[in-house]
């Protein structure tokens, strides 16, 4: 709150127009939505969201794409080695224990790592945060929490269309009722389908339609609950999904079968989950593990950590392992030997088009019928701050990625001059 006094109080003494308008800010989610699910779908609502708002061609998630380290970018705005939340799995590598995505949720150090979440920052500038369902919302950081907060039980149906709804009443309920500012929204669809039937199936454009009508619904709902004037909904994903091959079709990654490569000179390994791998060599074993790896399959790319791709922003960090593995499109790498069936994967080099979400964004805040180039996804959470009008914290992130969608009446040119 102090932070905003200062900043109206100094427009009030230079004489600029104070904008009294008020901004609250709906993130929403839709796992492994990727940019070009709405090309073979009819999506009406996505549509007439893109026409009253602002639509990217796509966006570029960090690596590694998958669902909780992306998804804590988006609520810090910076890159995976930065925030810490390395994994979808907790795992420690002299116990040997890992724990699932979703027992992972619980773990706090996991998550409270060094970065704050956008919920803890607004709430200390004296705004009202709430968060249903989005990853890292069972945690607390530094001690604080999403002033209000559902969490997914275990075992939750996430393709229940009528939870969709409900889910959506109660977060527009607690922005009206409980007078809430920014509020982080989550539906685990349509990863799950994309993962079970593959991106390019019938059961995924299906899942795409319902995507759509609860769109449709969210923004009927917002209506319904007075907050038009109010709400800017951004509705986003944690990474995009490629069809994975195999039966023949193409010579599989198997870790086992390569020669001169054993278990037994890893003390930890973290391998069948999807296209990407760590190993921790025991000591002294490190060049013998990579020179036996590196080159022995034309799609397994092996790396050591400090060598790995800049653009990937996934060495800086003790908890990334000494080796890293990843698999080109198509591909997955399996360990002794094939425990993976889907048939869809995410988990990609973040270059990779069919690894990219989608991006669209709706409110008094957004121009309306403005369609803009790609941005990484590190670049919404200063958008974000922006539009509440509170003081980010360090991130990767830069405003002038996004703010050409911004009309200048909502948070007056200048009114923050610290990015
Ligand atoms: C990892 O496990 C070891 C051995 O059980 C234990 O000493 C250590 O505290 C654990 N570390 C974490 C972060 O849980
Ligand atoms: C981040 O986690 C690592 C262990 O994984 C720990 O050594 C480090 O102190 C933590 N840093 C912060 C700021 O919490
Ligand atoms: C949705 O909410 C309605 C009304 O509160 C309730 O009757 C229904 O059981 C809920 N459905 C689901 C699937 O949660
Ligand atoms: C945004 O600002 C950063 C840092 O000042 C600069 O490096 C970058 O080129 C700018 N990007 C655009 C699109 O202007
Ligand atoms: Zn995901």
Redesign the pocket.
């Known amino acids: 709150m102090k932070t905003r006094l200062c900043l109206l109080w100094a427009s009030f003494l230079l004489g600029a127009p104070v904008n009294k308008q008020r901004h609250r800010v709906l993130l929403i989610s839709f796992d492994g939505f990727r940019w070009d699910y709405d090309r073979d779908v009819d999506t009406p609502n996505l549509d007439k969201m893109a026409e009253d708002g602002v639509k990217a061609l796509y966006v570029t998630p960090p690596y590694i794409t998958i669902t909780s380290p992306t998804h804590f970018t988006l609520l810090s705005g910076r890159y995976v080695e930065n925030h810490g939340v390395i994994h979808n799995m907790w795992f420690?590598?002299?116990?040997l224990?890992k724990k699932s995505y979703y027992q992972s949720q619980f773990v706090n150090?996991w998550w409270d790592n060094g970065t704050l979440p956008i919920w803890i920052t607004a709430q200390r500038q004296g705004l009202k945060t709430g968060s249903l369902h989005f990853p890292g919302t069972a945690s607390s950081y530094q001690g604080e929490t999403a002033m209000v907060r559902e969490v997914e039980p275990a075992l939750y149906n996430y393709k229940n269309e009528l939870e969709w709804k409900n889910n959506t009443d109660k977060v527009m309920g607690w922005f009206r009722d409980q007078d809430l500012d920014f509020v982080s929204l989550y539906f685990g669809e349509p990863d799950g389908t994309g993962h079970r039937y593959g991106p390019d199936s019938p059961q995924r454009r299906e899942m795409v339609k319902q995507v759509d009508r609860t769109v449709g619904y969210i923004r009927e709902s917002a209506q319904r609950h007075g907050l038009d004037d109010s709400l800017n909904i951004i509705i986003t994903a944690d990474h995009g999904m490629t069809t994975v091959y195999r039966n023949g079709l193409v010579e599989e990654i198997i870790l086992s079968k390569i020669p001169g490569f054993s278990f037994s000179d890893l003390s930890f390994h973290l391998v069948d989950f999807g296209p990407s791998g760590m190993l921790l060599p025991k000591p002294g074993k490190l060049e013998k593990v990579y020179n036996a790896l590196k080159g022995s399959h034309p799609h397994l790319h092996v790396y050591k950590k400090e060598e790995l791709p800049e653009h990937l922003h996934f060495s800086k960090n003790d908890r990334i392992l000494p080796i890293i593995l990843w698999a080109d499109l198509g591909y997955v790498i399996n360990g002794y030997f094939p425990v993976q069936f889907n048939k869809g994967e995410h988990g990609f080099d973040n270059q990779e088009m069919d690894m990219k979400p989608f991006f669209r964004a709706v409110g008094p805040a957004f121009h309306k019928n403005l369609e803009v180039g790609p941005f990484e996804t590190v670049n919404i959470y200063p958008l974000m701050c922006h539009i509440l009008g509170i003081q980010p914290e360090v991130n990767d992130g830069h405003l002038n990625a996004t703010k050409h969608m911004l009309v200048t009446s909502s948070r007056a040119e200048g009114e923050f001059t610290s990015d």
């Not at 420690?92 to 116990?95: F, G, P």
Request: zero cysteines.
């Open positions: 420690n590598t002299t116990s224990e150090e």
